[in-house]
């Protein structure tokens, strides 16, 4: 498997064990190259994650840590170049650009929110840019793991 030098991907927040599992699995297929999870987002071992991860739990490098703060202050020493970028689609500071027009410059994070609030506000203020998937049905939003499947795939696939 080739990884992508320098994708990192931080899943915060996540509440439901079945996302998280799903994240594990599209980080496998998309070669992430360390997945950070933080809050109250589960991690292994658990049965029910790695029951969805179907062993990309023990594939893909992660840790986990409770401040998503701490992660990003950490890999932007360690990557000077870092992009942080949020997948949200509800800032109020700024309108995100739609994913299929942004050109990822790696190292490069990807932020994911919780599945209702988003990002939190602490957060938001460390992304360098925010993204957000065109939507044209009625709803306002995509699971978080759906949405990181397509923001894994555009970014691969730049």
């Known amino acids: 498997m080739i990884r992508i030098p320098n994708f990192f991907v931080l899943a915060h927040n996540i509440r439901s064990l079945h996302n998280v599992g799903a994240i594990f ?9 360390k997945l950070y999870l933080s809050g109250y987002t589960g991690h292994p071992p658990d049965a029910k994650l790695e029951k969805v991860a179907l062993g990309a739990d023990k594939t893909v490098p992660w840790e986990y840590h409770k401040s998503p703060v701490r992660i990003i202050k950490k890999l932007r020493l360690e990557h000077p170049e870092l992009t942080v970028v949020g997948l949200e689609n509800n800032i109020r500071k700024q309108q995100p650009l739609l994913l299929p027009k942004f050109k990822p410059k ?20 460390l992304c360098d840019t925010f993204v957000e998937i065109p939507q044209f049905g009625t709803k306002e939003s995509l699971n978080v793991s759906v949405a990181f499947g397509v923001a894994a795939y555009a970014l691969r696939n730049q």
Not at 25 to 33: E, I, N, P, W
Not at 106 to 125: A, Y
Request: no cysteine; glycine share 6%; charged share 20%.
């Open 25 to 33: 699995r599209t980080s496998d297929v998309f070669a992430v190259s």
């Open 106 to 125: 790696f190292p490069l994070l990807l932020v994911l929110g919780e599945e209702v609030k988003g990002i939190p506000r602490p957060v938001q203020v």
